[in-house]
């Protein structure tokens, strides 16, 4: 009779003990009712373009992006080390986050498009996050970016590169990118308006693109990448371009590797630009033709004025 009492008893507290705790739960304010999902990309790019991942408060990033030139083809092969002797487009950056969401940049490129000397600053906007329990089904950011050219202007007023005024120099990208993880998996899609003052014949100042792009984890820091942009050009430009340069969309793949600060990815592509301007509307290099390089691109993040550095 005692050993019944006793496991009922036993049962009696056990049961207030569960019931007080689920009654904290429901009233505790300070749990998260609707958990994010996290690390949809390891950073702030997939391969070409942005992901949805935008820097914390006061991180600093800096980045370094190289592309190489064609690894086969009449320009590739031994006797440019398969590229290796060359470079199509390096961009140096420098990149902060004013909040949680927000994110700006400032960055330095070579350029690989009819304008050269390209100086770029941005700014990324996370508007949405995804949660664990789809109450947000998706990630969703808003990206601006301008960029100059600095290059000395061209003599001939038919050429891109030709500047009557420095508005002529002027290129500017909207861009809204909305991405989902699906476990290992996450896709992103990336509507994109690129908008340049100055274009050469035929070309179209105004262009639609939509850029698709994913990763697949491998493992806890390895990851597929892939991305591909779709421009929206018109029939009349298309046919005129036939004539003289063909153009291709932008086509790129690789790896993505996080070591703690670190963020690198090595990465093939047709693409000989780094910047959204030109790699979208000018890539002018075919992967059939062995017009593909390889590349890397380079994040290392920095916490500047964290509550540590506050301390007396």
Known sequence: MKIIVSLMLLAGISFYAQAQDDLSKLFDSTGVRHPKVLYTYKGTRIIMGHSTETLRKHELDFRVDHRFGDMAGEFGGVKTFYGMDNSTDIR???EYGITDRLMVGLGR????GAQRQLVDVLAKYRLLEQTQDDHMPVSVSLLGTTVISCMTSEADP???AYFKDAADR???????IVSRKFGILSLTLSPTFVHRNRVGYMDMNNLFA????????LSKRVGLIAE??????SNDSKDYYKKSTSLYNPLAVGVEIETGGHVFHINFTNATAIQETQFIPETTSSWLQGQYRWGFNISR??????????KK
């Open 228 to 233: 591909y942009y779709y421009p929206f050009r």
């Open 109 to 112: 490129s070579k350029g690989s």
């Open 170 to 176: 002027m290129s500017y990208v909207a861009q809204a």
């Open 210 to 217: 939509m850029g698709v792009g994913g990763r697949l984890k």
């Open 92 to 94: 140096i950056g420098l």
């Open 301 to 310: 993040r920095f916490t500047l004025f964290g509550k540590k550095d506050w």
């Open 158 to 160: 038919h050429q891109a």
